[in-house]
T-cell receptor
Framework: SQTIHQWPATLVQPVGSPLSLECTVE??????LYWYRQAAGRGLQLLFY??????ISSEVPQNLSASRPQDRQFILSSKKLLLSDSGFYLC??????????FGDGTRLSIL | QKEVEQDPGPLSVPEGAIVSLNCTYS??????FMWYRQYSRKGPELLMY????GNKEDGRFTAQVDKSSKYISLFIRDSQPSDSATYLC???????????FGKGTKLTVNP
């Protein structure tokens, strides 16, 4: 069966520091991969999605970037975090034409 | 007008009650409809996945889609305290993998 792993579960970072969040999927090949941010009262916002290695689509201009160095690995990065980057970050995967499945997220606090 | 509207609640019911959760949407091109359950500090978990109009039943859960009214519902029968969570509706067009989410309804089932 397929599983998705996200780490870390919780992260506290100072303003201006870099960020790297990692997501890996097991048990499937060539999945679609997604990064979302969930802010209180604002629902789930799609940040990036990828249909293959090196193929990244950005949905919202922002301080973040994403990379897919391997088929089942998706990384969310920032060079310099802003206070507004605080939130709950969720990775998801899907097979073509199938619903998305989510990891348990990373709660990011910026101080 | 927002693409997907969902009453945030909170909704509080006694154990054993029938719960009705709803979303309305404005984009008539949406064809695929999902309900996710999200426990506190966890990622969303797929509950129901339906295509086009009609009903789908899975145990105590029933999903309904009325495309003519642009209205979807999730019914929970014999609700349990373990059903206490936030329920998110989501949908997308055919040929697109991008989900549009409601903001979620917080449900509490009291023993």
């Amino acid at each position: 069966s397929q599983t998705i792993h996200q780490w870390p579960a919780t992260l506290v970072q100072p303003v201006g520091s870099p960020l790297s969040l990692e997501c890996t999927v097991e048990g499937t090949s060539n999945p679609n991969l997604y990064w979302y941010r969930q802010a209180a009262g604002r629902g789930l916002q799609l940040l990036f999605y990828s249909v293959g290695i090196g193929q990244i689509s950005s949905e919202v201009p922002q301080n973040l970037s994403a990379s897919r160095p391997q088929d089942r690995q998706f990384i969310l990065s920032s060079k310099k975090l802003l206070l507004s980057d605080s939130g709950f970050y969720l990775c998801a995967w899907s097979e073509r034409g199938q619903p998305q499945h989510f990891g348990d997220g990373t709660r990011l606090s910026i101080l | 007008q927002k693409e997907v509207e969902q009453d945030p609640g909170p909704l509080s019911v006694p154990e054993g009650a029938i719960v009705s959760l709803n979303c309305t949407y404005s984009n008539s091109a949406f064809q695929y409809f999902m309900w996710y359950r999200q426990y506190s500090r966890k990622g969303p978990e797929l509950l129901m996945y339906t295509y086009s109009s009609g009903n789908k039943e899975d145990g105590r859960f029933t999903a309904q889609v009325d495309k003519s009214s642009k209205y979807i519902s999730l019914f929970i029968r014999d609700s349990q305290p373990s059903d206490s969570a936030t329920y998110l509706c989501a949908m997308h067009q055919g040929g697109s993998e991008k989900l549009v989410f409601g903001k979620g309804t917080k449900l509490t089932v009291n023993p």
